[in-house]
């Protein structure tokens, strides 16, 4: 039974910073990918940064691109994503997700999910 987990929402001032982790487990992900989305009030469930678990290839929406970074440990099975200079627009229900295979931007690629963890910027 694959779960993801995750930690580390909360609310922050606009410039702030945060980082989320997703403990992943139940399985041999060393041939998977692992992505971050977001979902805000009244709005579709949107890609934010995806890493592919064997190559470390990487992939960031344009709108966190140069504030985000995504990484992992492979020893914890766990995936980070590191968020500076929030602005609130990033407010949003943050989803951390797996899928086989390499990192795409496609939210219905990806089969496991996790519960959400909350992100509030306050400007």
């Known amino acids: 039974q694959v779960q993801l987990v995750e930690y580390g929402g909360g609310l922050v001032q606009a410039g702030g910073s945060l980082r989320l982790s997703c403990a992943a487990s139940?399985?041999?992900?060393?041939?998977?990918?692992m992505g971050w989305f977001r979902q805000a009030p009244g709005k579709e469930r949107e890609f934010v940064a995806a890493?592919?678990?064997?190559?470390?290839?990487?992939g960031y929406a344009d709108s966190v691109k140069g504030r985000f970074t995504i990484s992992k440990d492979n020893a914890k099975s766990t995936v980070y994503l590191q968020m500076n200079s929030l602005k609130p627009e990033d407010t949003a229900v943050y989803y951390c997700?797996?899928?086989?295979?390499?990192?795409?931007?496609?939210?219905?690629?990806?089969?496991?999910w996790g519960q959400g963890t909350q992100v509030t910027v306050s400007s």
């Open positions: 997700a797996a899928k086989p295979g390499i990192w795409t931007r496609y939210v219905r690629q990806y089969d496991y």
């Open positions: 139940g399985r041999t992900f060393s041939s998977y990918a």
């Open positions: 890493v592919s678990w064997s190559s470390g290839s990487i």
